[in-house]
């Protein structure tokens, strides 16, 4: 089963399970509104304004690179819906390489620089942190979490979309991996995932394998 997080709800890791470029971020994610931007996944900090992102809102799925000095933002060539089971992915290939992907296509690039920052130090699912402040939480459904240590290509992500469960691709380097099926649990890196508000269980999107 997936989780249904209420706006206040999060799972929080108390660390950054990716320390610098590249890193890919996926998951299956299923708004009620967007009409405000709705963070699946993070890679935040309690110290600073900085972080790398995925979420969703009216204009598409955006693939965010903070950093002091503002942000950077990759954005799909098309929207999701509220209420439909969506793909959505973030690739962070380097400081001046994201991506983001709906369904497996409708790309979106940005080439704008953003350096990675050290002071990145936690990991998060519904929320966005910055300077220890959580925000622009996810009112909606999430499955099927994971994260990598390179750049997913495109058919990589492609085939994410149709459904393969994440530990088909690329195994040698996803770091995370939680299905949000029953127990909440990193099943790649070990990592306990603490829950903060209401996150119930709720149906699964098709999955392979």
Not at 42 to 69: K, Y
Not at 132 to 151: C, K
Not at 175 to 193: E, K, P, Q
């Amino acid at each position: 089963m997936a989780r249904d997080f209420v706006p206040t709800a999060r799972y929080v890791i108390d660390s950054s399970v990716v320390t610098d470029y590249p890193v890919s971020m996926a998951c299956w994610a299923n708004a009620d509104t967007l009409a405000t931007s709705q963070t699946a996944m993070d890679l935040g900090s309690t110290l600073s304004g900085n972080g790398q992102r995925v979420f969703m809102n009216a204009s598409g799925v955006n693939a965010e690179s903070s950093q002091s000095g503002g942000t950077r933002v990759a954005t799909t060539t098309a929207a999701p819906t509220t209420g439909t089971w969506h793909h959505i992915a973030g690739v962070f290939a380097s400081a001046t390489d994201r991506r983001a992907f709906l369904d497996g296509g409708n790309k979106g690039t940005s080439t704008d620089s953003r350096t990675w920052s050290a002071d990145i130090n936690r990991t998060l699912v519904a929320s966005r942190l910055r300077s220890n402040t959580f925000s622009q939480t996810f009112d909606g459904r999430i499955a099927e979490v994971a994260i990598w240590d390179v750049a997913l290509s495109d058919d990589d992500v492609a085939s994410l979309a149709k459904g393969f469960r994440p530990t088909l691709i690329r195994p040698d380097r996803i770091v995370m991996y939680a299905s949000l099926i029953s127990d909440v649990f990193d099943y790649v890196g070990g990592n306990t995932m603490t829950l903060t508000g209401t996150a119930n269980v709720a149906v699964h999107p098709r999955r392979i394998a």
